[in-house]
T-cell receptor, first 117, second 118 residues
Framework: EPEVTQTPSHQVTQMGQEVILRCVPI?????FYWYRQILGQKVEFLVS????????KSEIFDDQFSVERPDGSNFTLKIRSTKLEDSAMYFC???????????????FGPGTRLLVL | AQKITQTQPGMFVQEKEAVTLDCTYD???????LFWYKQPSSGEMIFLIY??????QNATEGRYSLNFQKARKSANLVISASQLGDSAMYFC???????????????FGQGTELSVKP
């Protein structure tokens, strides 16, 4: 069964460093998302992406964040200069198979646990 | 104001019994989607069940069913015949916005920690 994959599973970085989190969405999906979950808290929306551009972004998704679909399979989240409060689990998700575009379930990857020291 | 409310931070259930996890939502949009996800201790988010706002029947997926009461704005998850492997955090979520039901963000509740006792 197709699934969303994410790399790395864990990342430790120093404050101020840039990190790139990578995702491979389900291959025939059209919409892509990033969410984050600070330890012990609920999952929060960051950004949605469709047709090579951002559809919607939250207040969290400030100028330090960017997303890119550099090729036909990868979807990346870049944090330009990490802060301590960026420590969280970051989830990638995808939805809308090309042949069933009204199906709206978002399927999540296993997450990348980011720790900023 | 909370858009998704899960009032039960923790629940216990005996193995093989049924359990209901509560979820209420708040929206003025006539078109929305409701979801339940399971998050085991390993951290991944596993999709369980979906209910569209226009669906006439309650959704079912194996041992999971969604008790959708639109007028009361509730979407409770019922797990029948609980198993030890059901012990996890359960999140209710609502799709808000988007075009033709697509691309909208999911808004999550705070979650309910379910523990299944042998």
């Amino acid at each position: 069964e197709p699934e969303v994959t994410q790399t790395p599973s864990h990342q430790v970085t120093q404050m101020g460093q840039e990190v790139i989190l990578r995702c491979v969405p389900i291959s025939n999906h059209l919409y892509f998302y990033w969410y984050r979950q600070i330890l012990g808290q609920k999952v929060e929306f960051l950004v949605s992406f469709y047709n090579n551009e951002i559809s919607e972004k939250s207040e969290i998704f400030d100028d330090q964040f960017s997303v890119e679909r550099p090729d036909g399979s990868n979807f990346t989240l870049k944090i330009r200069s990490t802060k301590l409060e960026d420590s969280a689990m970051y989830f990638c998700a995808s939805s809308a198979p090309r042949d069933r575009v009204r199906e709206e379930t978002q399927y999540f990857g296993p997450g990348t646990r980011l720790l900023v020291l | 104001a909370q858009k998704i409310t899960q009032t039960q931070p923790g629940m216990f259930v005996q193995e093989k019994e049924a359990v209901t996890l509560d979820c209420t939502y708040d929206t003025s949009d006539p078109s929305y989607g409701l979801f339940w996800y399971k998050q085991p201790s390993s951290g991944e988010m596993i999709f369980l069940i979906y209910q569209g706002s226009y669906d006439q029947q309650n959704a079912t997926e194996g041992r999971y069913s969604l008790n959708f009461q639109k007028a009361r704005k509730s979407a409770n998850l019922v797990i029948s015949a609980s198993q030890l492997g059901d012990s996890a955090m359960y999140f209710c979520a609502m799709r808000e916005g988007g075009a033709d039901n697509q691309g909208g963000k999911l808004i999550f509740g705070q979650g309910t920690e379910l523990s299944v006792k042998p």
